[in-house]
């Protein structure tokens, strides 16, 4: 299955500035994956990036708050706009995998808005 | 629009008792199912999944579950339990469109306690 490296793995930030997660993966993929995981709750989909084309958000979710890139096949960034406190989560890329295979997950970016 | 119920917040078993962890779905088309597990300050970790074919699925760590199209289930089983299972395990759902790739809808969670 594909390896995903995602950075940072935590940061800490002061309301109102801006945070970018980046997602790489060791082989080519189509479609890439961002999600949500606030504290002591699932995980909720925040987008689907394809290469080329604007990502799809899911309802609730807005460009505006999470621009996406999604320059190549391997790579895609994640952006955390105007944070709030309410923006502290996990947040999680993932992959599509191979046909014996689950979708694979980063391992995570733990924001802390303060 | 699908959705994935996990009716048990927490599960308590005893070590090498059987397990069974529910999980229930709803989704307009034909299912793809999968299982996770999520231990603290970890990712998730992929278990098994059902696309089609055989309605019972073995996966990692011994784990298994039977899909059941008219009950809308996906239960993750295992004969028996070891006290490293003891993590938080997430069901989750696509729909199998043939088409592009969609993300995932995932259960809550169940924590899952393997008492020594």
């Known amino acids: 299955s594909a390896v995903i490296s995602q950075k940072p793995s935590r940061d800490i930030c002061q309301r109102g500035t801006s945070l970018t997660i980046q997602c790489q993966v060791d082989s080519q993929v189509t479609m890439m994956f961002w999600y949500r995981q606030q504290p002591g709750q699932s995980l909720t989909l925040i987008a689907t990036?394809?290469?080329?084309?604007?990502?799809?958000?899911e309802s609730g979710f807005v460009i505006d708050k999470f621009p996406i890139s999604r320059p190549n096949l391997t790579f895609s960034t994640l952006t955390v706009s105007n944070m709030s406190p309410e923006d502290s989560s996990i947040y999680l890329c993932?992959?599509?995998?191979?046909?014996?295979?689950?979708?694979?997950f980063g391992s995570g970016t733990r924001l802390t808005v303060v | 629009a699908q959705s994935v119920a996990q009716p048990e917040d927490q599960v308590n078993v005893a070590e090498g008792n059987p397990l069974t962890v529910k999980c229930t779905y709803s989704v307009s088309g034909n299912p793809y199912l999968f299982w996770y597990v999520q231990y603290p300050n970890r990712g998730l970790q992929f278990l098994l999944k059902y696309i089609t074919g055989d309605n019972l699925v073995k996966g990692s760590y011994g784990f298994e579950a039977e899909f059941n199209k008219s009950q809308t289930s996906f239960h993750l089983k295992k004969p028996s339990a070891l006290v490293s299972d003891s993590a938080l395990y997430f069901c989750a759902v696509t729909e199998g469109s043939g088409g592009g790739a969609d993300g995932l809808t995932f259960g809550k969670g169940t924590h899952l306690i393997i008492q020594p």
């Open positions: 993932s992959v599509e995998g191979q046909q014996l295979y689950g979708y694979t």
């Open positions: 990036a394809n290469q080329g084309s604007e990502a799809t958000y």
